[in-house]
Nanobody, 123 residues
């Protein structure tokens, strides 16, 4: 069973920054594609960013140049650094994992999910 533990959600003013963390098991971290998704009320879940163990990241256009996804192998942790936050970034953010990394870009790591954490950006 894949367990993903997220932290770092908070309320922040528009223009502020947050860093989300997702801690996985060593096996999960070293095996699967990883990423972050978000879901606002009454909207479908959407991919924010994803990354493989090769460190190659992909981003949704709506967060391009504002968010950065990264890996810390020493801590089995995937980070999402969010800068210049906007009210439309308000959502529940989910860490996702899978499918297994196979030497290609990870574009939809959505086989397993964390519990979700709330990010609220005030105007």
């Amino acid at each position: 069973q894949v367990q993903l533990v997220e932290s770092g959600g908070d309320s922040v003013e528009s223009g502020g920054s947050l860093r989300l963390s997702c801690v996985a098991s060593t096996y999960t971290f070293n095996t699967f594609c990883m990423g972050w998704f978000r879901q606002a009320p009454d909207k479908e879940r959407e991919r924010v960013a994803s990354i493989g163990r090769d460190g190659i990241a992909t981003y949704a256009d709506f967060v391009k140049d504002r968010f950065t996804i990264s890996l810390d192998s020493a801590k089995n942790t995937v980070y999402l650094e969010m800068n210049d936050l906007k009210p439309e970034d308000t959502a529940t953010y989910y860490c996702g994992a899978g499918p297994p990394y196979r030497g290609v870009n990870c574009t939809n790591p959505s086989d397993y999910w964390g519990q979700g954490i709330q990010v609220t950006v005030s105007s």
